[in-house]
């Protein structure tokens, strides 16, 4: 009934910059939490950043200074803005968020099964 979808990856530069987007569609009624994670090979899922339903933004000590994390309301949607990337910032990123559907409950929506790939070269 809800669901994610990531797009924006790509291949580029070490130093490049890109924009990841998120859009949730869906019987959605308002969206609190939004989140960025990413998981390289051979490594966990991290988170890389976090907006709040009133703005408020955390990051990946990693990331800190070179990403933001914003978000549309109004088109349910979340961005994830990527500067001065670096090799290690390669993976494929996801996207979650807690979302009050239109029948009045909380669920938390993630697209693990999809994402974006991420590839920064040396």
């Known amino acids: 009934q809800v669901q994610l979808v990531e797009s924006g990856g790509g291949l580029v530069q070490a130093g490049g910059s890109l924009r990841l987007s998120c859009v949730a569609s869906g019987r959605i009624f308002s969206i609190n939490a939004m989140g960025w994670y990413r998981q390289a090979p051979g490594k966990q899922r991290e988170l890389v950043a976090q907006?709040?339903?009133?703005?408020?933004?955390n990051y990946a000590d990693s990331v800190k200074g070179r990403f933001a994390i914003s978000r549309d309301n109004a088109k349910n949607t979340v961005y994830l803005q990527m500067n001065s990337l670096k090799p290690e910032d390669t993976a494929v990123y996801y996207c979650?968020?807690?979302?009050?559907?239109?029948?009045?409950?909380?669920?938390?929506?993630?697209?693990w099964g999809q994402g974006t790939l991420v590839t920064v070269s040396s």
């Open positions: 979650n968020a807690d979302i009050l559907t239109s029948d009045m409950y909380w669920v938390t929506v993630d697209a």
């Open positions: 907006i709040t339903g009133a703005g408020s933004t």
